[in-house]
């Protein structure tokens, strides 16, 4: 048993107190007409019954009991229901190679994905969310949860430093997204694939169709701008910030692959969007997933204390009407 408002019952134990002194005083005034002569105290026995009044107010003090009981919103037992969550398996692969640190995208490429992502995260509704994290190899960062505060703290301490192995293994990417699901299923499934950069093993698009077979569809999403951007890196020698250089000391820029990423898409059965300053944001893609047939994740049984106010209530006021009509005069007597 437990009370939803328990504040209340200060009240109850109020109203004991209250009790007592009432009975105290009670005590004190039957000296009150002591000294009245015999025709007072024989018109007082004939118009009020003292045993009639201490019942009716015994009864109305009880119902006030009651009624304070009813208050606190007493919760007797457990109720059971089925409670069904529909949505889809959702893992978010995010690119973290150092290029993410470009800034063709304000504030940067990585913190635009991340920002979208996140976004994307709050609007989920009963859809279980994985994250995996890619450079040079992948790792499964996150598994599959429900627990969408974790999601975003996990998130959010994504940097580009997370993978010391440098490099964009979109390959190895969608190899661990394959391994990520606990269940076989034909579909419900999809993969958020937020990268910059091109597939240094070749590898992809025949992924990315062997994934598609397996009821795995694979949204790319390209960040970056069309001219691309050069990558400020930190210099090994002092620690100062300067652009990244290929081995012929030649700077580097990097451009978003938008080919690649609409093949990988299109092998995966997916869309293709673009992060860019003014392109798709998280609404684009929450819309697509939204189109997306649902199925049931887990179905178990919801307990909770069932409210029963309602009768200790209609007890309280049985008992507040009985006490206000209950007379107060003698049976069978006049004045």
């Not at 869309?271 to 994740?297: C, G, P, Q, V, Y």
């Amino acid at each position: 048993m437990a009370f939803r408002y328990s504040w209340v019952l200060f009240l109850v134990a109020l109203q004991v107190m209250l009790l007592l002194i009432w009975k105290l005083k009670e005590k004190r005034s039957r000296a009150l007409f002591e000294y009245a002569s015999a025709s007072v105290l024989k018109t007082l026995e004939l118009n009020l019954d003292n045993n009639r009044i201490r019942w009716r107010n015994r009864i109305i003090m009880i119902g006030l009991f009651f009624l304070a009981i009813a208050a606190a919103g007493p919760q007797i037992g457990t109720r059971v229901r089925p409670v069904e969550r529909k949505g889809v398996d959702l893992v978010i692969a995010l690119d973290t190679s150092t290029s993410m640190d470009a800034v063709d995208v304000k504030p940067s490429r990585l913190a635009k994905s991340k920002f979208e992502l996140g976004q994307l995260i709050r609007k989920l509704k009963g859809d279980r969310v994985a994250i995996i994290v890619f450079a040079g190899t992948s790792h499964l960062y996150l598994p599959l949860t429900t627990d969408y505060e974790a999601a975003l703290l996990f998130l959010n301490e994504i940097d580009t430093k997370i993978i010391p192995t440098q490099g964009t293994a979109i390959s190895s990417a969608i190899q661990t997204a394959m391994t990520a699901f606990t269940e076989e299923k034909d579909k419900y499934k999809i993969m958020l694939l937020v990268t910059d950069g091109e597939d240094h093993e070749g590898r992809a698009i025949e992924l990315a169709q062997q994934a598609a077979r397996n009821g795995l569809a694979i949204y790319t999403i390209g960040v970056g701008s069309e001219v691309g951007s050069l990558i400020l890196v930190k210099s090994e020698n002092d620690g100062r910030m300067e652009y990244k250089r290929d081995r012929d000391g030649k700077l580097i820029t990097s451009t978003i692959d938008e080919k690649i990423l609409r093949d990988i898409a299109r092998a995966g059965h997916g869309k293709f969007f673009w992060f860019d300053n003014n392109r798709d944001t998280h609404l684009d893609i929450a819309e697509a997933i939204d189109s997306m047939e649902k199925k049931t994740i887990s179905t178990h049984e919801f307990s909770e204390y069932e409210d029963r106010y309602q009768s200790v209530a209609f007890f309280a006021l049985v008992l507040l009407i009985a006490g206000f009509v209950i007379p107060t005069r003698p049976k069978n007597k006049k004045v």
